[in-house]
Every structure is written in C-alpha cells, then in structure tokens.
C-alpha cells in the first residue's frame, strides 16, 4: 500500500460517504482529490451533455445495452430518493472540497462507454435476460420493509437485485469490508465476466492510474488520466499525497493491485471492445441457421415443381409472420407510424441475413421522423416514471429498435414453423432426428 495514497470506499447514495469525503479532504488537505468518474461521467455530473450519434447508438446490440443502462441508473436514482440523497454526491463533495482547497482533480476510472460494452460482452444471453428481470423486479419491489424495524436501523430492501431473495440491506454497515465482499461474490456468482468487466478490469484501471499519479504530476486542475500522463506537462516528480475517492466494492482489488503492481495490464488491454469475426452465440445460430434452412426450403420447393400457389403460400406466411411481430413490437413501443411501416417491410429481409437487423431500420427512421435531441440525452437518465420515459425521442428511438429487433426473432421461429408445415414438412420428425443425433 502507497503511504501516498488515502483510500476512501464509499456508497454512491450514502450521506455517511458524502461526511466521510468531506472529513478526509479536510483532514489531509490533498495535492490532488482523485474520484472514481471518467469524462463523461464527470460531465454529466457538471450537467453538461453531448449530442447524440443515433446510428452509434443502434449498432450491434447497444439498444439493449442502453436500456440496461438506464434500468442500472434507475434503481441507484430511486435508492437514493428514498435515502433522500442525490446518486453521486459522495464524488460531487469531492470534487467541491478539491475546487474549494486547490486542489488538483483527477477522473481515474475507465470511460463508462467501454466499461458497459465490455460488461454486456461478457454476459451470456441468459445472464442479460435474468438481470434484466432482476432489475426490474427489484424497481417494483423497492422501499418495502423501509424504516419498518423497532430498533431503530435503516434499512433498504432491494427486493431481489442480482439475486432469487428480496434482500434488506443494513445501510450502515453497507460498506464494511464484509459485507462488501458478500455483494460482491454475489454478483461474481451471478455472472463471473460481468464481474470482471465491471470490478476487476476498473480496479486495475483505478490503481494503473493512482500510481501513474504517485510518481508524476501535470500541473492541470482537471487531469483526465484516460491519456498518458507522461506525454503531459509535468511540474515535478515528487510523490504527493492524494485521496483518492472510490466506490467500497473497488477498495479491496485496488489494494492488492498497490502491493502486485507488475499484474495491472495495460490501459490499451482494458480499453478494448472484444470483437469476434463470427459471432457464433446460440441466438445468432439459431436465427441463421433457421434462415439458412427456410433457404433450402424455398429452393427445394421451386426445383420440386411444387404449384405456384404453395410458393405464394409460403412467401404470404414468412411475410405477414415476421413482418407482423416486428412490426407489433415498434406500436408497443408507440413508434412513429412510418417507423411501424419500415419494420413489417424490412424484417421478412433482415431475418435471412447475420449481417442486418430490422430494429436498426426502424430504428433510424424512428430518430429521423423524430430526432433526439441533448436534452433528450440528459432527461433519459433523470426521468422519474415511465410515462416520462416514454415521452423521451432518445429512449423511443431505442425502444423501438430493440422491440422491433424482438418482434422480428420470434417471427423468424414462428414464420418457420408454419412455412415447415405448408410444405408439409414434419417438424416433430425433425426434432426427433436431431435428439436422436446429440
């Protein structure tokens, strides 16, 4: 452990954490405050938003991701309007007790853009689905059991979380060391990338920073440690005391990494997106597979002289199936009408192919019918019901990619199962052969 460095585990939506910032900065009077927030996170916190890239947004599987997202947000925004405390005052008393000494501050944590993409390629798509209902369960069973104990503790029920058990949680004790490795084996249990992605990789990246700016120190008010601290101007290269201000969870990993610095990897390592040539998930199998297959189908059917009118049969169903409940998913959405158009046309298409999907078409006429603005940006993550939520053109422009991207994969099974049966090809039989062969 740096003797250099004050470590300060906090809870994001915690007063205790906020007075325990505060007393330390008073106390030390730091050359640097370094917090747990990335530019952007930062910029958000100062309120200050970027415009949009709507077509950034819908690529590969980010619609899902952002909704994810903001379900994550909404649960700490609601926690904390329980506890009466704003989600993030712990880093915006740091960075005011920094402002108000002097001090040097610096955004050591990873950019939040690769963080979630790596957490949402790390997961497995059951993982994704049970978080996401877990996620909600915990937003419709959140508050209850609140303040209801004799003795006096304050409580928060989190109703499930990551877990199978509503779980009330002791706020006092929320970031002691034990029970912060019991939250954190949870979730490590959960889904162990999802756990790498989001604690182990952004605790190498915390300490990688912290001790980058143990040793050299620009002379800049605001230090974005995302950049090479040695191509920075630097003052001197005397060891300066900072407090360095964290989430509890990341304490531990930090520590270990302080006393093993030679196991941090590379920032170019822990700041790639994976990316796979072919993605050979079990959901893309299965939709190129039954595309691949309603091909041979289809052909077999024209070399086999079947009529014309089973042909049309076949085409009419694949159509109104898959267009139909692409479609369906952008009106559940209450997508722009044209938005709704583009789905049924695009889906019976997108579905053959690994390559296109129909959410990204209805999605991009969504956002054209309807552009989403900055303030679109911020509202999405300060929205306080759904009906809020709704009325916001960023999250409808990705609502509506990711119902229509829905609609049209259960269209696909739907639409090949009954092209299966106008060809009278026996799909039982099929499914019998197969588990015959695995």
């Known amino acids: 452990m740096h003797a250099n460095i004050i470590l300060v585990g906090t809870g994001h939506i915690l007063e205790k954490s906020v007075r325990e910032v505060e007393e330390v900065i008073d106390r030390e009077k730091p050359d640097v405050v370094a917090v747990e927030l990335c530019a952007a996170r930062y910029d958000a916190l100062q309120g200050k938003v970027e415009e949009v890239q709507v077509k950034e947004v819908l690529s590969g599987g980010k619609p899902f991701l952002m909704i994810t997202h903001w379900l994550l947000a909404y649960v700490q925004r609601k926690m904390g309007n329980e506890l009466g405390i704003e989600p993030g005052a712990d880093m915006m008393m740091a960075i005011k007790k920094a402002e108000e000494f002097g001090c040097q501050i610096a955004l050591v944590d990873r950019p939040i853009q690769i963080t979630m993409q790596r ?140 006393d093993h610095p030679e196991l941090i990897p590379s920032k170019e390592d822990l700041c790639s997106i994976p990316t796979k040539r072919f993605n050979l998930s079990l959901k893309n199998l299965l939709v190129v597979g039954l595309g691949i297959a309603l091909v041979i189908v289809l052909l077999v059917c024209f070399f086999s002289g079947m009529t014309f009118e089973v042909l049309l049969q076949v085409f009419f169903w694949w159509f109104i199936i898959n267009g139909t409940l692409s479609a369906a998913g952008v009106v559940l959405a209450r997508g722009h009408p044209l938005s709704v158009l583009t789905a049924f046309c695009v889906a019976p298409l997108t579905s053959l192919s690994p390559f296109l999907a ?21 509202g999405m993550m300060k929205t306080e019901s759904l009906r809020e939520l709704m009325a916001n053109k960023l999250f409808k422009v990705i609502l509506v990619a990711a119902l229509a991207n829905i609609g049209s994969i259960i269209g696909t099974f739907i639409g090949a199962y009954v092209v299966l049966h106008v060809v009278h090809i026996n799909v039982g039989t099929i499914w019998e052969g197969l588990q015959s062969i695995f």
């Open 358 to 378: 129909a959410g990204w078409f209805a999605g991009l006429t969504e956002a054209y019918m309807r552009k989403p603005s900055a303030e679109d940006v911020k």
């Open 119 to 258: 957490f949402w390629k790390k997961m497995k798509f059951l993982e994704k689905l049970k978080m996401v209902f877990s996620i909600l369960f915990a937003i419709f069973h959140m508050g209850r059991g609140k303040d209801g104990d004799d003795d006096g503790k304050n409580e928060l029920s989190l109703g499930g979380g990551f877990t199978s058990k509503g779980v009330a949680i002791d706020l006092d004790s929320i970031t002691d060391e034990d029970v912060v490795s019991q939250l954190v084996e949870e979730l490590r249990e959960f889904s162990p990338g999802a756990a790498t992605a989001l604690l182990d990789e952004r605790d190498a990246y915390i300490a990688g920073s912290l001790l980058e700016l143990s040793k050299q120190l620009p002379a800049k008010e605001v230090l974005d440690t995302t950049s090479d601290v040695s191509d920075q101007n630097i003052s001197n290269t005397r060891e300066r005391t900072i407090v360095a201000v964290v989430g509890a969870g990341h304490v531990a990993g930090i520590k270990k990494l302080f």
